[in-house]
């Protein structure tokens, strides 16, 4: 008998597991915890959202894994209109079961068993994705560090970081794509939420950076942040229609549905501009806040251009800063979470109540 060894032995510890004793004595604070560590929506779901998706409750029968029709146009238009990427057609995007189950399967559905690349600082699901494929995970941010990667994983805006990547840097990684037939797997779960005016959020699919050609690339997009709708399980994939069609054939297969409800809610998401621009201001009035009172308790914040999240430091270790926090009775995640260049950081997440962040904010001052 061949002798099996266990998926989890490749897998690294969870997390968030690791600061169980920092929520701990966070959570001993006379007035309670506020938690800033998971980018966890709190702000409600759009009523619209809410009405497709009873509306859509009683509907039996399988959905389509590649999604309604309706979706699938909701989908093109809202990209088109809100980030300006044009030329995507029906068979080019699809429907995916939150974004993070899309990240973690995405190098095992494409059949990817070399190395898969992804940002030196970055979300834990891109190396999990690689070790569930049986590839070789690598960490790199440029085409220098890319080396022989069949899939190399970009992430602006950044989480952690916030940084967000020119178009420049963008147009320099799907050259490299094009030189090495490597795919550019692009998570833009952020890009709507952009707070500088000066190097706003672009797509990996927008003209100034893919010349309009999108083969071997992918945009990744979630409507978990800027719609709230974590609990939903809502996301899709974008671009090259080819790597979208086989994905779907792989998805049919392995029974990867959106369930028809949820495909439903997706549709009235995408076409509520207004709510999306909403969750925007309150992040930037969150993060306005806590940026505010991190730099006057001594920290330096990096980046945090995009995003719900604030990358900073004291130059110290990143968990004698989680421990000062978790005294005041804030929870606030490890930049080592992310990897080795961010020990000396952590990450504070916007994803509170305006309540819950004005009082961080005052604890932090030591008010």
């Known amino acids: ?56 409750g009683g ?39 939150g ?39 690598r960490r790199g941010d440029t085409p220098a560090e890319f080396g022989d990667a069949g899939l190399v994983f970009v992430n602006s805006p950044s989480n952690p970081t916030g940084a967000v990547k020119t178009v420049e840097e963008l147009r320099d990684i799907v050259k ?15 890009l ?29 997009h979630s409507q978990s942040k800027t719609a709230n709708m974590a609990s939903y399980r809502a996301g899709f994939i974008a671009g090259d229609e080819d790597l979208v069609q086989e994905l779907l054939t792989v998805r049919k297969h392995a029974g990867l549905i959106v369930p028809g409800p949820i495909q439903a ?12 621009q909403l969750q925007r201001h309150r992040y930037a009035s969150r993060r306005a806040a806590l940026m505010r009172a991190l730099v006057d308790a001594g920290f330096r914040v990096e980046h945090s251009d995009a995003g719900m999240y604030l990358w900073a430091t004291r130059g110290e270790d990143g968990r004698k800063s989680v421990d000062w926090l978790a005294e005041r009775g804030i929870l606030v995640a490890p930049g080592a979470f992310y990897g080795p260049d961010g020990a000396e950081f952590i990450r504070v997440g ?17 008010r």
């Open 1 to 56: 008998m061949t002798a099996r060894t266990p998926l989890i032995q490749r897998l690294p510890e969870f997390p968030w597991d690791l600061i169980a004793d920092a929520k701990q004595r966070a959570a001993a604070h006379p007035d309670g915890l506020i938690d800033l560590s998971v980018g966890s929506p709190v702000d409600p779901v759009a009523p619209g959202v809410q009405l497709g998706l009873t509306a859509a």
């Open 59 to 97: 509907k039996t029968g399988y959905p389509q894994t590649a999604g309604t029709p309706e979706l699938r146009d909701e989908i093109a238009a809202a990209l088109q209109r809100r980030f300006g990427i044009a030329g995507l057609g029906e068979k080019s995007v699809l429907p995916v079961i």
């Open 99 to 137: 974004l993070k189950e899309a990240i973690a399967w995405l190098p095992t559905l494409l059949g990817v068993t070399g190395a898969v690349c992804f940002p030196r600082l970055a979300y834990p699901t891109y190396e999990v994705a690689a070790l569930i494929a049986g590839a070789t995970p």
């Open 176 to 190: 490299w794509a094009r030189e090495t037939g490597a795919i550019v797997a692009s998570d833009e779960c952020y």
């Open 192 to 220: 709507g939420l952009g707070y500088s005016d000066a190097n706003p959020p672009v797509s990996i699919l927008d003209e100034r950076v893919s010349d309009g050609d999108h083969t071997r690339l992918l945009a990744l």
């Open 265 to 276: 809610a997706m549709v009235e998401a995408l076409r509520d501009d207004a709510s999306q």
């Open 350 to 366: 916007l994803n509170a109540a305006d309540d819950k962040v004005a009082a961080a904010a005052e604890r932090i001052a030591g």
